[in-house]
């Protein structure tokens, strides 16, 4: 194996590390998420049915 293959080798070998090592980072994010109840759709979650508050900028004042 000549020099530069190896070194080729090794740099593709740290990126697929540093890849893993994003992934993990990300998942472990996604589970330690606040406010986000187990089973709970999170683009919904927080949702309130029925009438909803004017926004303040078209609120009669």
């Known amino acids: 194996m ?3 293959k190896r070194q080729r ?3 593709r070998e ?3 590390k540093e890849k893993e090592e ?3 980072k990300r998942r472990q994010e996604s589970e ?5 109840e187990a089973g709970v759709d ?3 979650a927080g949702i309130i049915p029925g ?3 004017l926004p303040e ?3 009669v004042v």
């Open 2 to 4: 000549t020099p530069a």
């Open 9 to 11: 080798e090794r740099k």
């Open 14 to 16: 740290e990126q697929l």
């Open 22 to 24: 994003r992934k993990r």
């Open 32 to 36: 330690n998420k606040v406010g986000v």
């Open 42 to 44: 999170p683009d919904i």
């Open 51 to 53: 009438p909803q508050p």
């Open 57 to 59: 900028e078209d609120a």
